[in-house]
């Protein structure tokens, strides 16, 4: 059985949107990515409705299984966190009104799952992005490779909550096994704390 996953990086001028499959074995490939743009200098109303258009747009064609979307964190630039909080929104509307499931993931979940290492930089989530998804170069811009990045946790994520105590680790990549053991980190209780 095959997962469709579409994976959002919520962006104001440039929205990455990325759909991939994962088969039985955990393998992920690329389905279609794209970027949607919006106008810097267009009215905020306008820029919404394009992105909201075009992420309605790749729904509908590719009709996901589950949709991943980055969570929005807090940053120094109130600008910024809002204009991606916006397309968050639209995004989850979307979801919702086709009956899609949804997760959100932060930034530091989805460079753990992509690469093992959850302050990994942009070059090397989108490095192992390309050579997970067998590629020959790594998705541009950043947005379409972070996209891709989360629809890939979200996947595996979602796949090892399905799958059986008894799976054998030996099919993992370190990236999956590094996401597992930091997953089980967090739901096991520690004495003493």
Same mark, same amino acid.
């Given at each position: 059985?095959?997962?469709?996953?579409?994976?959002?990086?919520?962006?104001?001028?440039?929205?990455?949107?990325?759909?991939?499959?994962?088969?039985?074995?955990?393998?992920?490939?690329?389905?279609?990515?794209?970027?949607?743009?919006?106008?810097?200098?267009? %009215?905020?109303?306008?820029?919404?409705?394009?992105?909201?258009?075009?992420?309605?747009?790749?729904?509908?064609?590719?009709?996901?299984? @589950?949709?991943?979307?980055?969570?929005?964190?807090?940053?120094?630039?109130?600008?910024?966190?809002?204009?991606?909080?916006?397309?968050? +929104?639209?995004?989850?509307?979307?979801?919702?009104?086709?009956?899609? %499931?949804?997760?959100?993931?932060? %930034?530091?979940?989805?460079?753990?799952?992509?690469? +093992?290492?959850?302050?990994?930089?942009?070059?090397?989530?989108?490095?192992?992005?390309?050579?997970?998804? +067998?590629?020959?170069?790594?998705?541009?811009?950043?947005?379409?490779?972070?996209?891709?990045?989360?629809?890939?946790?979200?996947?595996?994520?979602?796949?090892?909550?399905?799958? %059986?105590?008894?799976?054998?680790?030996?099919?993992?990549?370190? @990236?999956?096994?590094?996401?597992?053991?930091?997953?089980?980190?967090?739901?096991?209780?520690?004495?003493?704390?």
């Amino acid at each position: 059985m095959t997962l469709r996953v579409l994976g959002v990086d919520p962006g104001l001028t440039r929205c990455g949107v990325g759909i991939i499959e994962v088969d039985a074995k955990r393998v992920p490939s690329l389905v279609s990515v794209h970027t949607i743009r919006s106008a810097a200098d267009a %009215p905020l109303e306008q820029r919404l409705m394009i992105i909201a258009r075009g992420i309605e747009a790749l729904v509908d064609e590719f009709q996901p299984d @589950a949709m991943a979307i980055e969570r929005v964190f807090a940053q120094n630039n109130v600008r910024t966190v809002m204009g991606t909080a916006q397309v968050s +929104g639209l995004a989850l509307r979307a979801a919702a009104e086709r009956g899609i %499931p949804v997760a959100l993931h932060t %930034p530091s979940e989805v460079k753990a799952a992509v690469t +093992g290492y959850g302050s990994a930089d942009k070059a090397q989530v989108g490095a192992m992005v390309a050579r997970l998804l +067998g590629l020959d170069a790594v998705p541009k811009p950043a947005d379409a490779a972070d996209a891709l990045a989360l629809a890939i946790c979200h996947a595996w994520r979602r796949d090892a909550a399905r799958a %059986p105590a008894s799976t054998s680790p030996q099919g993992l990549t370190p @990236a999956q096994r590094a996401w597992r053991d930091a997953e089980k980190s967090i739901r096991t209780p520690r004495l003493g704390r």
